[in-house]
């Protein structure tokens, strides 16, 4: 090889972009407005936080040094991170997390459903984020928008910034949920909707969006660490 074309490759080397150790920044939304009672609250957070201790989850989650926050939301305006960006490097470091998770207080409790608000307050927690390969919203609700901006009105930034939106929903305040959701508020390649026909549903199906969403970086990872380095 020429020596000019060896310098070449070696500076284009050095001078490369740096690649995200995170795999998938993951923002998860929970609806806590007033069709959220005090019971099926404490469903939601305590069963999403025993979908992050999952076997396979966790291991997922570590392996792929996954960030993660956690917000609530409910009418216009009123939206807050409830466990802040948390890159979950170690499995003593994803349980400080869960408890995070089963003990944030709530704020509120007899406001309306602003999904486009509660999308537009993620998508500016992920610009805020740590720099992963991935974008990912979780959102999680059993009601249509009803106040504040439409959902469709925040879709083009969100594709814009290469962001996926999945849902967990759960049937039964409102008709046709789920067909609501697909039509309305997933977005991206591969995003999905999990259907919960009941709060009691919830845990489980809570861990099994998580999984579809992150255990295929044990996988990943395995062939990289077998294969060596990119």
């Not at 216009?76 to 802040?84: C, I, K, T």
């Not at 704020?107 to 486009?116: D, L, Q």
């Not at 720099?131 to 609700?141: A, G």
């Not at 909707?193 to 709060?199: D, E, K, P």
Request: hydrophobic share 45%.
């Amino acid at each position: 090889m020429p020596i000019r074309a060896m310098l070449f490759r070696i500076l284009a080397a050095c001078c490369a972009a740096p690649v995200a150790a995170c795999d998938i920044a993951l923002v998860l939304a929970v609806d806590v407005s007033g069709s959220v009672d005090r019971e099926e609250y404490r469903i939601q957070m305590q069963g999403l936080a025993e979908g992050l201790r999952d076997g396979a989850v966790s291991e997922a989650l570590v392996a792929g040094e996954v960030a993660l926050l956690v917000m609530h939301w409910t009418g216009s305006s009123r939206q807050e991170v409830v466990v802040p960006w948390t890159t979950i490097k170690d499995f003593d470091g994803l349980e400080a997390f869960a408890v995070r998770v089963e003990t944030a207080p709530r704020r509120w409790r007899n406001y309306s459903t602003a999904i486009g608000e509660a999308l537009g307050f993620a998508h500016d927690q992920m610009n805020a984020g740590p720099e992963c390969r991935r974008k990912v919203i979780d959102i999680s609700s059993d009601g249509s928008s009803n106040e504040g901006i439409a959902p469709d009105a925040v879709r083009p930034d969100l594709v814009g910034d290469g962001i996926v939106v999945n849902a967990l929903v759960i049937e039964g305040a409102e008709p046709r949920m789920t067909e609501y959701f697909w039509e309305n508020v997933v977005l991206g390649t591969g995003a999905f909707v999990i259907t919960a026909n009941s709060y009691e549903e919830y845990p489980e199906r809570m861990r099994r969006k998580l999984l579809r969403e992150v255990a295929k970086l044990i996988s990943s990872n395995d062939t990289r660490s077998r294969s060596g380095p990119l």
